[in-house]
């Protein structure tokens, strides 16, 4: 265990609680943003990966198939 004025690379990130418990960390609030921002260049993904074999109609379809949260 180290002292509490000492932080190093062994220093926990997370603080313990009164009980002594470790405190939960934070939620991941990230997340929700970057799926939301790749939703505006899926359909140049599928093109540029040609997974549709140059058939334009069926980017949308393939676009779709990708799953976002």
Not at 8 to 14: G, H, R
Not at 45 to 52: A, E, F, M, Q, R
């Amino acid at each position: 265990m180290h002292d509490s004025d000492t932080i190093d690379e062994e220093t926990t990130l997370l603080s313990r609680n009164s009980e002594g418990q470790q405190a939960h960390s934070p939620p991941k609030t990230c997340e929700p943003i970057v799926s939301r921002s790749i939703s505006p260049y899926i359909n140049q993904l599928v093109s540029g990966l040609d997974i549709t074999g140059g058939d334009e109609r069926k980017v949308g379809y393939y676009a779709g198939v990708i799953p976002l949260r």
